[in-house]
């Protein structure tokens, strides 16, 4: 996802999110998950484990499609 963000492979994502990372990395996640993010969940979200982390949580919180 944060690859999509300057049109980068993967692999040239680094590991610590910048702000401007942080604030579109935010807007993707609400769009795909339909959630908003409150501003303890977006101070915790610094590296991109961090939002591997919530993005498995969202994940195991998205209703079941069936």
């Given amino acids: 996802?944060?690859?999509?963000?300057?049109?980068?492979?993967?692999e040239e994502v680094p590991e610590g999110i910048d702000s401007m990372e942080l604030?579109?990395?935010a807007?993707?996640?609400?769009?795909?998950?339909d959630r908003r993010l409150d501003?303890?969940?977006l101070a915790r979200l610094s590296t991109v484990s961090d939002v591997v982390e919530l993005l498995a949580r969202l994940g195991e919180l998205r209703?079941?499609?069936?």
């Fill in 1 to 10: 996802m944060l690859a999509g963000f300057g049109d980068r492979a993967p």
């Fill in 27 to 33: 807007h993707q996640i609400e769009q795909r998950y």
């Fill in 63 to 66: 209703p079941d499609p069936a």
């Fill in 39 to 41: 501003d303890d969940t």
């Fill in 23 to 25: 604030a579109w990395l």
